[in-house]
């Protein structure tokens, strides 16, 4: 197939459409759950790995050259296109039965994001971004999507999946601290907390220890809608790590400031 965007677009909502199939089949049915992590639980399913192998499978069809990073499963090649997949975005909320999880499919070019889809199957909701556009398909009408236009960290409304899953305890610890000074902060949003920001609905999200798969495919989406992404540091997202999603650059700026400010010393 040729490669272009828009051919991109297609390809990527048919992996979405399949993927969605697949993980509601097995949404709310009791599955069998493995941990990939002895120390801490890090479940992934059967749901996990069929979308990934079917996602796989769909971009060898269509992009045989192109490379793959997924959390379940990678492809390597040779190109200046690379997907990035996450499978099920959430899978703790999917083994509860929590209806936030979703799947994440972007694409790459020389390490630019150019296309990124969040679809949220148990809710009915896909959220897109690419060129210079954003937007959400719900019931089958397509909705454009644009952030808040809040700028004040007091009257921000905050989320992040958990704190308790950052990357260590100072991150914690930071977070924690610049909550106090939110209007309000709602804990266990998954990637949907990112697609509420870009529909006006929430001012940041906050989170530590990310892998590309977890945010790679909310760049466009996000900053199509108006909104910032990036690192606690103030870098490009693209490899993860710590990071601030916010409505707009007067607001990413007061969060930034707080959270590495240091701590004064005790005398």
């Not at 990036?230 to 930034?256: Q, S």
Request: with cysteine; hydrophobic share 35%; glycine share 6%.
């Amino acid at each position: 197939m040729k490669e272009s965007i828009h051919n991109f677009v297609k390809v990527a909502n048919y992996m979405a459409d399949d993927a969605r199939k697949i993980s509601l089949n097995y949404f709310k049915k009791k599955l069998k759950i493995k941990s990939k992590d002895k120390k801490s639980f890090d479940p992934v399913t059967i749901a996990d790995i069929r979308v990934q192998r079917k996602i796989n499978k769909t971009i060898k069809k269509y992009f045989p050259k192109h490379s793959i990073l997924g959390e379940e499963e990678s492809v390597k090649n040779i190109s200046d296109f690379q997907w990035c997949i996450d499978p099920i975005d959430g899978t703790k909320s999917f083994v509860q039965g929590f209806p936030i999880w979703g799947t994440l499919i972007s694409l790459s070019q020389k390490n630019k994001i150019i296309l990124g889809i969040a679809d949220i199957p148990a809710l009915d909701e896909r959220y897109i971004g690419y060129s210079k556009f954003s937007y959400k398909i719900k019931n089958s009408k397509k909705t454009k999507l644009k952030v808040r236009n809040t700028d004040k960290i007091k009257d921000s409304i905050l989320n992040t999946t958990s704190p308790y899953v950052f990357a260590n305890k100072k991150d914690q610890t930071i977070f924690e601290n610049l909550a106090k000074e939110t209007k309000t902060v709602r804990l266990g949003g998954d990637c949907y907390s990112y697609c509420l920001l870009a529909d006006g609905y929430i001012d940041l999200v906050i989170e530590s220890g990310l892998m590309p798969w977890d945010i790679r495919a909310l760049e466009p989406i996000i900053e199509n809608a108006g909104g910032i992404l990036k690192t606690w540091e103030g870098n490009k997202i693209f490899r993860g790590g710590r990071i601030i999603a916010a409505t707009n650059y007067k607001l990413y700026k007061k969060v930034k400031s707080k959270m590495n400010k240091k701590n004064p010393v005790k005398k």
